[in-house]
Structure formats: structure tokens, C-alpha cells
């Protein structure tokens, strides 16, 4: 599976973001998806995950209410809908693919990542 993240940018405090990672292969839908981002700095931490089917969605507490995280099986991708941001969010979010657990909070059991796409919040 190769994943492609795009979406990133530059915005103020408050405003709204939609990443999204298109991902290749046949078997998308049998993969566990999930969003990580890294400040400067500071370790990868984890944002989303969505299960196989969409049914099932995991959020980080920094995150809850604000991030969306949904999934299209049918064009196979995976979306981030981010609300409310803060200059805190700022960031490069990267999205992962897994096949070994319905979803996942825990970096190392992904076995597939996107190349990043930066996010910046200003005050």
C-alpha cells in the first residue's frame, strides 16, 4: 500500500482543515487507517484511527470534538476534517495503513505511512 497525504497549509487560530490520503492497492479496505503528527521537536503522537469498515473511530483527548476522521473504501481514502485549530495542532500529520488489529492508537503497529503533509496554525 503507497499513501499520499495532502491537505496541508497555513491558517489561523480557530480556522478549518481537511487533509486526506489517498492510498493504492486493491485491498484498502481490509486496513486500518490512522492519522499520527509530529511537532518540531517532539515525538510522533497518535490523532485518529478509523477501522476497517468506518464503523469504528478512536480520537486523542487533544483532538476530541475538533477532528473528524473518515474513510471512503470505494476511492480509497481516508480523511481528516480538523475544526477549532490551534496554534498547538501545528504539526506534520502523516497518515498509516495496518492490517493486523481493527484500529490502532500505537504507531509501531503500523506498517504503511504517507510521506506527511505540514499543517501550521498561527495566532
Known amino acids: 500500500v503507497q499513501l499520499q497525504a495532502s491537505g496541508g497549509g497555513l491558517v489561523q487560530a480557530g480556522g478549518s482543515l481537511r487533509l486526506s490520503c489517498a492510498a493504492s492497492?486493491?485491498?484498502?479496505?481490509?486496513?486500518?487507517l490512522g492519522w499520527f503528527r509530529q511537532a518540531p521537536g517532539k515525538e510522533r503522537e497518535f490523532v485518529a484511527t478509523i477501522s476497517w469498515g468506518g464503523g469504528s473511530t478512536v480520537y486523542a483527548d487533544s483532538v476530541k470534538g475538533r477532528f473528524t476522521i473518515s474513510r471512503d473504501n470505494a476511492k480509497n481514502t481516508v480523511a481528516l476534517q480538523m475544526n477549532s485549530l490551534k496554534p498547538e495542532d501545528t504539526a506534520v500529520y502523516y497518515c498509516?495503513?495496518?492490517?493486523?488489529?481493527?484500529?490502532?492508537?500505537?504507531?509501531?503497529?503500523?506498517?504503511?505511512w504517507g510521506q506527511g503533509t505540514q499543517v501550521t496554525v498561527s495566532s
Open positions: 492497492g486493491r485491498t484498502f479496505s481490509s486496513y486500518a
Open positions: 498509516a495503513a495496518g492490517r493486523k488489529f481493527y484500529y490502532s492508537a500505537k504507531s509501531a503497529e503500523y506498517d504503511y
